[in-house]
């Protein structure tokens, strides 16, 4: 097999950077008199996945000098007692941005407390208003993952103009938002998108087309050698837990690229973990920056 030299797409160098401009903001917000930055996180139930979030972005908070706040639910929880919450949170002055973590148990209309969220609170950038300011290109809270993504492509200066962009995934919270983003006038943006989901017959032949792939499946591995054209940049979103018996924790993170085969034929790639993840926690710690300071 012909091989590149390829780099890799450093999340986590790149989000210690950020947090470092964030935490000096911060100190210079709080000594010129300012309030310090509020963000507050509804966590339902003891999922393993949304118990590691929801820790990382406290302690994210912490190292870049937020104030955060913590609000535990079990699982049984009502639909009202959580739209109470959600409503109190939306009434505190004190709290600047909060998120509901999701996914929410099967009872509570996911929907219905997304869209009670204060568009103005709304740090991940789920409520329809952000997402339809998004799409339009207004000033808007934009989502963490995506744009943490695009913040990515820029701090590496990867060249999006022209390029064909192939999407893995529908999701609204990664694959519509960074298609629409990465299909936006200006840097980073300017691309030819193609959005690829479950129900398309033909991925693999549209995916040898890409400049850039973004695989947001959450199928673990299944990027391989024969899908990717040489050169390409390669964005994996995905973070399945995967059963591995020698970890101590028992599972293993597996993103949706395979990249031991993959990465030889690249010019960029993001790693798994350490790459999209902590690009995620820094750009909400972004948007509460956002909020603290209007
Ligand atoms: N679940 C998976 N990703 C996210 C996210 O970015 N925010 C929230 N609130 N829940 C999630």
């Given at each position: 097999m012909e091989t590149n030299t390829y780099k890799i797409l450093d999340g986590k160098a790149i989000s210690d950077q950020i947090k470092k401009e964030i935490a000096e903001e911060v100190a210079a917000m709080v000594a010129a008199g300012k309030k310090r930055p509020h963000l507050a996180a509804v966590l339902v139930g003891h999922d393993g996945g949304s118990e590691t979030y929801v820790a990382s972005k406290v302690k994210a908070c912490e190292q870049v000098g937020f104030k955060s706040s913590l609000l535990r639910f079990e699982s049984d929880v009502t639909e009202k007692e959580l739209l109470d919450c959600v409503e109190k949170l939306n009434n505190d002055?004190?709290?600047d941005g909060f998120i509901v973590q999701l996914?929410?148990?099967?009872?509570?209309d996911e929907q219905k407390v997304i869209e009670a969220v204060d568009p103005a609170k709304d740090v991940d950038g789920f409520h329809p208003i952000n997402v339809g300011r998004m799409s339009i290109g207004l000033p808007c809270f934009v989502s963490a993952t995506p744009q943490g993504i695009v913040e990515l492509l820029k701090r590496y200066e990867i060249p999006t103009q022209g390029k064909h962009c192939v999407v893995l995934g529908r999701s609204n919270i990664v694959g519509k938002p960074i298609s629409l983003l990465l299909l936006q006038k200006g840097y980073p943006g300017d691309c030819t998108v193609t959005v690829c989901h479950?129900?398309?017959?033909n991925i693999k032949e549209i995916c040898l087309q890409a400049d850039i792939i973004i695989a947001a499946?959450?199928?673990?591995?299944?990027?391989?050698?024969?899908m990717v054209k040489k050169g390409a940049v390669i964005v994996d979103v995905g973070t399945t837990r995967v059963p591995d018996a020698s970890r101590k924790s028992g599972f293993r993170l597996t993103g949706d690229v395979k990249f031991d085969e993959v990465a030889p034929l690249c010019s960029y790639i993001t790693p798994?973990?350490?790459?999209?993840g902590p690009m995620t926690i820094v750009s909400l710690m972004l948007n509460t920056l956002q909020a603290g300071k209007k």
């Open positions: 002055e004190d709290v996914p929410l148990p099967k009872h509570i479950s129900r398309t017959p499946l959450g199928s673990p591995e299944f990027v391989k050698a024969d798994v973990p350490g790459g999209v």
